[in-house]
C-alpha cells in the first residue's frame, strides 16, 4: 500500500502565496510522476502540475508562471508554490502520484491524496 499525506491548504487574500505539500510512504520501489489536480465547487476536476522522476515539469495554462512544483527526492515528497493566488484559484487541491511498488510484479499504479482546501478570498 502507498499513502499519499497533503499538508499546507488554507484561507488566502488575493495575491498571496501558499505552499502545499504532498508525502508519499508505503511499498514504494520509485515514484514516476507526482503532482495535482483540484476541483472547485460545481465543476470537474482539473490538471494543476505534474513533475516526473527525471525533474520535467507541466503545468495548466491557468497557472503557468505563477506556480512552481518541485521535488525532494530523499523525502518522497513534492511541493507546489503558489504565488500571486487569484480567486479563481479556490478548489480542493489532490495529490497524484504514478507509484512503482515493492510487490515481485513491480505494479504501477495512480494514487491520490485526501484533498487539501485552498480559499482566495480578500
Known amino acids: 500500500q502507498v499513502q499519499l499525506v497533503e499538508s499546507g491548504g488554507g484561507l488566502v487574500q488575493p495575491g498571496g502565496s501558499l505552499r502545499l505539500s504532498c508525502a508519499a510512504s508505503g511499498s514504494i520501489f520509485s515514484i514516476n510522476t507526482m503532482g495535482w489536480y483540484r476541483q472547485a465547487p460545481g465543476k470537474e476536476r482539473e490538471f494543476v502540475a505534474v513533475i516526473s522522476s527525471g525533474g520535467s515539469t507541466n503545468y495548466a495554462d491557468s497557472v503557468y508562471g505563477r506556480f512552481t512544483i518541485s521535488a525532494d527526492n530523499a523525502k518522497n515528497t513534492r511541493y507546489l508554490q503558489m504565488n500571486s493566488l487569484k480567486p479563481e484559484d479556490t478548489a480542493v487541491y489532490y495529490c497524484?502520484?504514478?507509484?512503482?511498488?515493492?510487490?515481485?510484479?513491480?505494479?504501477?499504479?495512480?494514487?491520490w491524496g485526501q484533498g487539501t482546501q485552498v480559499t482566495v478570498s480578500s
Open positions: 497524484f502520484s504514478s507509484v512503482v511498488d515493492t510487490t515481485p510484479a513491480r505494479l504501477s499504479r495512480r494514487y
